[in-house]
T-cell receptor, first 112, second 115 residues
Framework: GQQLNQSPQSMFIQEGEDVSMNCTSS?????WLWYKQDPGEGPVLLIA?????ELTSNGRLTAQFGITRKDSFLNISASIPSDVGIYFC????????????FGTGTRLKVLA | DSGVTQTPKHLITATGQRVTLRCSPR?????VYWYQQSLDQGLQFLIQ???????AKGNILERFSAQQFPDLHSELNLSSLELGDSALYFC??????????????FGPGTRLTVL
């Protein structure tokens, strides 16, 4: 099925470091969502973005809706061990059925 | 806790069998979505229902079917199961049928193992 390009695929970082990941698409989206998934659990919504250029924060997390409407970024500042997990972006088509397309995920591992 | 419930949490069955997965959406949500997640893979959209009617279809196999009942709970039926159907199956719900400002909230998932 169709998926968004999400990078990096995985990353190891030291506790306290900042993290950045992004999603890109060839299609225009009207909504971007960022989720975190812990092993064996369902994805949990972190941030929702609705307008091009929008910058939204949720604690140490900041996400941006790209100006071109074809990309989005998620930044995590001062990472801590509980940030470990898989982060997914999801984009909603600007036309058609409005269904969400999910990214391939970024697996984050934080070294204490 | 997202408010979306799924049962059972785990299911182990044999090839060729049929199973039913159940989902109850958050209170007030009218849309239910089903996703499949294979090992270390992303989420593959299967199907969406809104207020009892099918709204969107993704990569759902013909051996799979779903429905949403008047009380808004949904069931995903998987038949003639194959080894490759082993995966996590997630249900998500949202208030509307897919317009903007329509965040999806996920349940804890059902882990299906086909032996």
């Amino acid at each position: 099925g169709q998926q968004l390009n999400q990078s990096p695929q995985s990353m190891f970082i030291q506790e306290g470091e900042d993290v950045s990941m992004n999603c890109t698409s060839s299609s225009i989206f009207n909504t971007w969502l960022w989720y975190k998934q812990d092993p064996g659990e369902g994805p949990v919504l972190l941030i929702a973005l609705y307008k091009a250029g929008e910058l939204t924060s949720n604690g140490r997390l900041t996400a941006q809706f790209g100006i071109t409407r074809k990309d989005s970024f998620l930044n995590i500042s001062a990472s801590i061990p509980s940030d470990v997990g898989i982060y997914f972006c999801a984009g909603q088509n600007a036309s058609g059925t409005y269904k969400y397309i999910f990214g391939t995920g970024t697996r984050l591992k934080v070294l204490a | 806790d997202s408010g979306v419930t799924q049962t059972p949490k785990h299911l182990i069955t044999a090839t060729g069998q049929r199973v039913t997965l159940r989902c109850s959406p958050r209170s007030g949500d009218l849309s239910v979505y089903w996703y499949q997640q294979s090992l270390d893979q992303g989420l593959q959209f299967l199907i969406q229902y809104y207020n009892g009617e099918e709204r969107a279809k993704g990569n759902i196999l013909e051996r799979f079917s779903a429905q949403q009942f008047p009380d808004l709970h949904s069931e995903l039926n998987l038949s003639s199961l194959e080894l490759g159907d082993s995966a996590l199956y997630f249900c998500a719900s949202s208030v509307g049928q897919g317009m903007s400002y329509n965040e999806q909230f996920f349940g804890p998932g059902t882990r299906l193992t086909v032996l």
